[in-house]
């Protein structure tokens, strides 16, 4: 097994758990608990502009906190390295359910309570059911992104479109299918 560090502390990396706009996020432990290191890259992406990653990172996080969503904590930040340590929440991802029928009343209303703070904060999050994971049947939003409010990336318009097996997310699966 590959380790990470994270302020001169070691973590067993036990897998990849996905790539992002803004970095690769680690499933990993200390050999007492679980983890998420989340290790910021600096890949083009040709939708997307970014300054700097870490502090927008940063900032997202604690705009969200203030907002009140449901989120794992940010335990550590390694400047040097450009790594967040932050809380792992179990559970199956909002994506997963899709794929299975598993998306419950409660997921849609729980992202809609959670879409009224944010929407009065004028504030969007990456609808993407990839960022949601079910823990005890509580939704977390498992990324830090956020962005101001705008009409045509909000959940309604934008986020329902990947909540279940629309056409728009048969085809996500059809092309990421061997990727």
């Not at 690769?24 to 992406?45: A, D, F, M, W």
């Not at 967040?84 to 992202?111: A, F, N, P, R, S």
Request: glycine fraction near 6%; proline fraction near 2%; charged fraction near 25%.
């Amino acid at each position: 097994m590959e380790n990470i560090s994270v302020n001169g502390k070691i973590y067993e990396i036990i897998k990849l758990l996905g790539k992002g706009k803004g970095g690769y996020s680690y499933l990993v432990t200390n050999g007492e608990r679980r983890y998420v290191v989340k290790q910021i890259h600096h890949e083009p992406c040709d939708y997307y502009q970014f300054g700097d990653k870490l502090q927008a990172e940063l900032h997202d996080y604690n705009r969200l906190v203030n907002i009140g969503v449901r989120m794992p904590e940010l335990i550590e930040v390694d400047l040097v390295n450009e790594r967040i340590l932050k809380e792992y929440v179990d559970g199956e991802t909002i994506y997963d359910l899709v794929l299975c029928d598993g998306v419950k009343q409660e997921y849609l209303d729980d992202i809609r309570q959670t879409c009224a703070k944010l929407y009065s904060a004028n504030t969007n999050i990456d609808y993407f059911p990839t960022n949601f994971v079910v823990h005890g049947d509580k939704l977390y939003y498992v990324d830090y992104e956020c962005n101001d409010y705008m009409e045509q990336w909000n959940f309604e318009n934008w986020g329902i479109k990947y909540w279940s097996k629309t056409p728009e997310f048969l085809q996500y699966v059809k092309q990421h299918a061997n990727k």
